[in-house]
């Protein structure tokens, strides 16, 4: 492959991702040694193939650091009132110690109706408005995990975030909305570009 221009890294996660799992593995059987068994819950609706992947992978990186995985999977035209009972009902539960919802779901099921059924204490992924209203507050909450990712392989490289100039491309809820505001809160200067940036190319550089 072509030199990256002068200036640029490739970052890898895979080693750092495997730490935080091993290190992961260490406290659940700590909290095994106290009768504890951490749990997540995997709520999904309908078998979208690439929601399929996802799932395999965090089913995979839960056994891998020792957490048991609960499946909740509804059939595909499964309505919003019942994907939210469910929800509820896993929220409920004392034996779950954390919630996943997986996205894109499928319609008529409607995601943000089933995201705020989530209780905020287990939502892993940080997308409850409760604890998206923590994150542009600065208080302690879950975060989204890619762009936390982000930001812990910013961290494990030594790349400091501190008055440097960051550009995120793409303003999603699940990636560029929240990583804009965890590079903030780290004392950047961001600009978050989107499909109506007029010269993205030019930002960029």
């Known amino acids: 492959p072509a030199e990256a221009p002068a200036g640029l890294r490739l970052l890898d996660g895979e080693a750092p991702a495997a730490?935080?799992?091993?290190?992961?593995?260490?406290?659940?059987?700590?909290?095994r040694g106290e009768g504890i068994e951490p749990t997540l819950a995997l709520v999904a609706v309908g078998e979208d193939p690439a929601s399929q992947i996802y799932l395999k992978r965090k089913r995979a990186a839960c056994a891998e650091a020792g957490i048991r995985v609960t499946d909740a999977l509804l059939p595909a035209g499964t309505g919003t009132a019942d994907v939210v009972a469910r929800v509820r009902e896993l929220g409920a539960d004392p034996g779950v110690h954390g919630l996943l919802v997986q996205l894109p779901m499928m319609s008529p099921a409607d995601p943000h109706a089933v995201l705020e059924a989530v209780p905020p204490g287990k939502d892993v992924d940080?997308?409850?408005?409760?604890?998206?209203?923590?994150?542009?507050?600065?208080?302690?909450?879950?975060?989204?995990?890619?762009?936390?990712?982000?930001?812990?392989?910013?961290?494990?490289?030594?790349?400091?975030?501190?008055?440097?100039?960051a550009v995120v491309v793409g303003r999603s809820n699940i990636v560029g909305k929240p990583?804009?505001?965890?590079?903030?809160?780290?004392?950047?200067?961001?600009?978050?570009?989107?499909?109506?940036?007029?010269?993205?190319?030019a930002v960029t550089r």
């Open 19 to 31: 730490t935080v799992r091993m290190a992961v593995h260490v406290e659940v059987e700590r909290l």
């Open 179 to 201: 990583l804009a505001l965890m590079l903030l809160a780290r004392h950047a200067t961001v600009t978050l570009c989107h499909t109506r940036t007029r010269d993205l190319a």
């Open 126 to 165: 940080g997308f409850h408005p409760v604890n998206v209203g923590r994150l542009v507050a600065g208080h302690p909450a879950p975060r989204p995990c890619t762009p936390a990712g982000v930001v812990a392989l910013l961290d494990r490289y030594a790349i400091g975030i501190e008055g440097k100039e």
